[in-house]
T-cell receptor, first 112, second 112 residues
Framework: EAAVTQSPRNKVTVTGGNVTLSCRQT?????MYWYRQDTGHGLRLIHY???????QIGDVPDGYKATRTTQEDFFLLLELASPSQTSLYFC???????????FGPGTRLLVL | QQKVQQSPESLIVPEGGMASLNCTSS?????YFWWYRQHSGKSPKMLM?????GEKEEGRFTVHLNKASLHTSLHIRDSQPSDSALYLC????????????FGDGTVLTVKP
């Protein structure tokens, strides 16, 4: 099965702090996605990418930046973290736009 | 307005029983429907996908799609306690981007 890893698995920061979440896939997939999952909500798309250097805005992008440095690595940046960004963050990858998305194990972020 | 609505929010079925989960899109641009399963504390994993009218069966799982009403349903026969999980329906409305819009999910509990 496709392998997607995320780090860190847990993170605590304070309001106004700077946080970077990392995602790596070794599946040679072109597409990568960042989602957040909150109680009472399904998964909501933050940013996504078609390939290295490409970035696309998702449905809930406010307060987040992303960078895709290589085909394997996709980063999510919170430059001024707020308590409303406390959430469970998932990264996913897929071979093409019509293929199954494979999810990483998630990063739980707490903003105090 | 939520573009993908799932019902019921939660469902309890006895072991060996049939579980039926529903999902409707309010966006007529939907191309594919996906069903993901997420066990507690784990990441979502794709269960089944469907894009043509009709029915698709894989083992104990059957998915129906009615494109005219933008409605899909997932049926699990001979439900097992290991099927207890959050079931997420997702709609793909632009196959060029791979963007998925998820519903809030149905929590299925299978009682031994």
């Amino acid at each position: 099965e496709a392998a997607v890893t995320q780090s860190p698995r847990n993170k605590v920061t304070v309001t106004g702090g700077n946080v970077t979440l990392s995602c790596r896939q070794t599946n040679s997939h072109n597409y990568m996605y960042w989602y957040r999952q909150d109680t009472g909500h399904g998964l909501r798309l933050i940013h996504y990418s078609y390939g290295a250097g490409n970035l696309q805005i998702g449905d809930v992008p406010d307060g987040y930046k992303a960078t895709r440095t290589t085909q394997e690595d996709f980063f999510l940046l919170l430059e001024l973290a707020s308590p409303s960004q406390t959430s469970l963050y998932f990264c996913a990858s897929s071979r093409s736009s019509q293929d199954t998305q494979y999810f990483g194990p998630g990063t739980r972020l707490l903003v105090l | 307005q939520q573009k993908v609505q799932q019902s019921p929010e939660s469902l309890i079925v006895p072991e060996g029983g049939m579980a039926s989960l529903n999902c409707t899109s309010s966006d007529r641009n939907v191309d594919y429907f996906w069903w993901y399963r997420q066990h507690s504390g784990k990441s979502p994993k794709m269960l089944m996908s469907i894009f043509s009218n009709g029915e698709k069966e894989e083992g104990r799982f059957t998915v129906h799609l009615n494109k005219a009403s933008l409605h899909t349903s997932l049926h699990i026969r001979d439900s097992q306690p290991s099927d207890s999980a959050l079931y997420l329906c997702a709609a793909s409305m632009d196959t060029n981007t791979g963007k998925l819009t998820f519903g809030d999910g149905t929590v299925l509990t299978v009682k031994p």
